[in-house]
């Protein structure tokens, strides 16, 4: 018997339990997950002790009591004293003379005397535990109901089941709810870093655009200005050379015209010509370098993760390398590029231009005197490409080295790396089927390895 | 005969922008050219120059640390940062260590380039005449800073003021005011040598008063301490207030006291030299104080116009 049974009291009067407000089953099992036990109250009417197994018998019969398996005997005073189920009545009456023998005799002869009582305010998973180890097969008892008053209703198994059930499925709902949270959570971290390294790029791209765009843009205003001078030339040549010819008229100002034109050939010669094709060959290069740069921030800043693609890996350096390209610059770091013969590879090119970004970043960051060197190389092997970022910075300590592509590990100063990079560029790798490596020595440089499949994560070996 | 074109150097490390800026000041001056760094220092040491234009990112050596040099082996040089990307350190070492005439950034805009290296150019042609006919002696001398300064100090709070009276030598009268109508009526009843300014919002009044104040005072040099990082108010503080030194906020304790020792000391040397105001000539600003300005203040600029008005008769 439970706790719970035990400590229930004796108390008043049963006659109330039939005025309390009818509950119906569906209410009840709505409301089950909220409120535990107290949710599932069917307010069903009790027999008395001395009431006879006929009349009880006649009682089942009641369409109110078409759903219960048992119905609850309560004594005066609120107090249940057994339950008497439809399986033991029936095991009764199959008998020869059964109802004859029993009939007229008080219900309590045939009732089940340890009947399971449960308090209202059980929770549902209390309740199922009790249940489970108190239950018989077949099932042939619903359960009783206290509260403090004595006598409160019954309630179903079936019920139970029915809001563990749902309890089950609202938990596996909060799960699902609680992964997608933190799958979003990951992406965004993943996008937040990608903004972290674009950020610090911004300002090296923006000098990078801004530079061939000064001398464009003073190139055009220079030869509008020519431009200008050389229309107002060849005007006030034809007008001499019209009067010289006796096409026109000599204009009064003849002699100004004359002197117009010595004064602006000297500003518009063969020379300065010669000089604006050079300028305008100049703005035609800036311009070029500014749609390249352009190009390259499309591509990196793509956020589609499905694309894949068939793309060359060394060309994905190349650009990478141009991203970074004034970071490197201004510390004189000198760049040697092995790239061998790849074939295409299949792959998500804006996701490997990030990892790509990230290792020559890291690479650039780590060096800190003034012979600073990376080494990026490329090489197929079998099915494989391998990728090389190697710079001879000042290394990763070895108790560093383990936890490089752990999230959030970061050695750099607050606000200057967040961690993820690495880890990032690890799922990026692993997503690819592939594999990323590191191996450094304090003082001397880091290698980092990069190995994809070329056939993609579809083709990758188990 | 008329006076030898002024030279100007122009530094970057896109031989592009070189080849571009040499055609655009073909006649107006005697044009230099370098990609690097410390060629153009040597170049200084070498031979006047008059004006030294340099881009900021350059591998080996940034701009600013080019004209820091420039500034020590020939002061009188006219100093111009002209770069495509402009990051706060860049800006406010370009301020407290460059100390640069303008910032101006790529892409530029040719004719206020112009006009902008030959104002410049002008400046250093008279300073550099100055200091021939005046040698030794006065860049020598040291200036007595302390006499009869007076230094007010803009800051809502107090605790600036504070600071600041601690850092200076008793002799120096420090003001303090709570708000601009105060400072601007401190200034125009007194000869103020410094303002040092706590900036709390980029499009204040301050900011302005700054900028306006510069026209009114060029003697009167600014200290400008602030927590916001905005370069672009920076740069408008540079080419339309000269702003003399920017501290991010809080401004630790001995560069404060550097600049203002600086500052007195410059503010000095103006007083003497009054022809060398020029090299504190600002730019127009972008745009009139704002709308908001109150009936007080409006009451306090012209008390601080015609000060200025009756200083110049």
């Known amino acids: ?97 059964g109802r004859e023998l029993y009939g007229r005799r008080p219900i309590t002869a045939l009732m089940d005397r340890a009947p399971l009582v449960l308090p209202l305010s059980t929770s549902i998973d209390e309740a199922a535990r009790t249940i489970a180890a108190h239950v018989r097969s077949p099932i042939t008892d619903d359960f009783v109901l206290v509260d403090d008053a004595g006598y409160a209703g019954t309630g179903l198994v079936l019920d139970v089941l029915h809001a563990v059930e749902h309890r089950l499925a609202e938990r596996s709902r909060e799960l ?11 992406s965004q971290l993943v996008q937040s870093e990608k903004m972290a390294s674009l950020g610090q790029m911004v300002a090296g791209l923006v000098h990078e655009i801004n530079t061939p765009l000064g001398y464009v843009r003073n190139n055009v205003e220079m030869t509008r200005a020519a431009l200008g001078d050389a229309a107002r030339l060849v005007s006030a040549q034809q007008a001499v050379i019209d009067a010289l010819t006796g096409e026109a008229e000599p204009d009064d100002d003849l002699d100004t015209r004359f002197a117009e034109v010595g004064h602006l050939r000297t500003r518009v010669d063969a020379a300065a010509l010669d000089d604006l094709c050079g300028l305008l060959d100049d703005t035609v290069h800036g311009v070029g370098q500014i749609g390249e740069l352009v190009l390259n921030l499309k591509d990196f800043s793509r956020l589609d993760q499905a694309g ?77 490409v391998l990728v090389v970022v190697e ?72 | 005969m008329s006076a030898p074109l002024p030279s100007v150097l122009f530094v970057d490390d896109e031989e592009r922008i070189l080849r571009s800026l040499r055609m655009l000041f073909r006649g107006r001056c005697e044009i230099l050219t370098t990609t690097s760094g410390r060629e ?24 600013v640390e080019v004209l820091r040099e420039v500034a020590a082996h020939s002061p009188a040089t006219m100093r111009i940062l002209l770069t495509g990307y402009a ?43 100055l200091a021939a006919a005046r040698p030794a002696a006065s860049a020598a001398s ?54 040092i300014a706590r900036l709390s919002s980029a499009d204040g009044d301050v900011a302005d008063a700054l900028k306006q104040l510069k026209r009114l005072r060029p003697a009167t040099l600014a200290i400008v301490v602030s927590s916001l990082r905005d370069s672009r108010l920076l740069i408008g503080l540079i080419n339309e207030g000269q702003v003399f ?69």
Not at chain 1, 410 to 420: E, F, R
């Open chain 1, 1 to 97: 018997m439970t706790a719970a049974l035990q400590a229930f009291p004796t108390a008043p009067i049963a006659s109330d339990v039939a005025s309390r407000d009818a509950t119906n089953d569906a209410d009840a099992r709505d409301r089950a997950p909220l409120s535990g036990l107290a949710g599932l109250l069917l307010p069903t009417e009790p027999v008395r002790p001395e009431t006879s197994v006929l009349d009880v018998a006649q009682q089942f019969l009641d369409s109110r009591h078409a759903g219960l398996l048992s119905l609850p005997v309560v004594a005066v005073g609120g107090r249940p004293v057994g339950m008497i189920s439809r399986y033991e009545l029936m095991r009764v009456f199959l008998q020869p003379y």
């Open chain 1, 176 to 186: 699902e709810r609680a992964y997608a949270r933190l799958k979003a959570s990951q």
């Open chain 1, 308 to 384: 894949l693609q068939k793309a060359d890996i060394n060309r994905l350096v190349e650009s990478a390398l141009r991203i970074v390209a004034h970071v490197l610059r201004k510390r004189d770091i000198e760049v040697v590029l092995k790239l061998g013969e790849i074939p295409p590879l299949d792959c998500a090119p804006a996701q490997i231009n990030q990892v790509l970004l990230n290792l020559l970043s890291n690479a650039a960051q780590a060096i800190e005197h003034e012979r600073g060197r990376i080494v990026v190389a490329t090489q197929a092997l079998d099915r494989r």
């Open chain 1, 391 to 462: 710079d001879n910075g000042k290394g990763i300590e070895a108790e560093h080295l383990s936890r490089v592509f752990d999230p959030f590990f970061t050695t750099k100063p607050v606000g200057q790396g967040t961690g993820m990079g690495l880890a990032i560029s690890h799922q990026i790798v692993e997503q690819h089927g592939g594999a990323i490596r590191v191996s450094s020595k304090p003082g001397t440089g880091t290698r980092f390895l990069v190995v994809l499949p070329v056939s993609g994560a579809a083709g990758a070996a188990p």
């Open chain 2, 40 to 63: 153009a220092v040597e170049w200084v040491r070498r031979r006047p120059v008059h004006v030294v234009v340099s881009d900021q990112r350059m591998p080996g050596m940034t701009g």
């Open chain 2, 87 to 129: 990051d706060m350190d860049a800006v406010t070492a370009s301020v407290n260590d460059g100390e640069i005439y303008r910032f101006i950034e790529k892409p530029w805009v040719a004719q206020y380039l112009v006009d902008t290296v030959e104002q410049a150019a002008r400046v250093a042609r008279h300073d550099f005449a």
């Open chain 2, 142 to 195: 040291p200036v007595d800073t302390a006499v009869a300064a007076r230094v007010a100090v803009l800051d809502d709070e107090g605790a600036l003021a504070a600071q600041v009276r601690e850092l200076l030598p008793a002799a120096v009268r420090v003001e303090h005011a709570p708000d601009l109508e105060g400072t601007l009526e401190l200034l125009a009843d007194h000869d103020v040598a410094v303002v």
């Open chain 2, 245 to 313: 030194r920017f501290l991010l906020q809080p401004a630790p304790r001995e560069l404060l006291r550097r600049g203002l020792a600086a500052a007195l000391e410059r503010h000095a040397h103006l007083r003497t030299q009054s022809d060398l105001l020029q090299r504190h000539a600002v730019d127009a600003p972008r745009h009139e104080p704002v709308a908001t300005t109150t009936g007080r203040l409006l009451q306090a600029w012209r008390r601080l116009r015609e000060a200025a008005m009756l200083r110049i008769a």
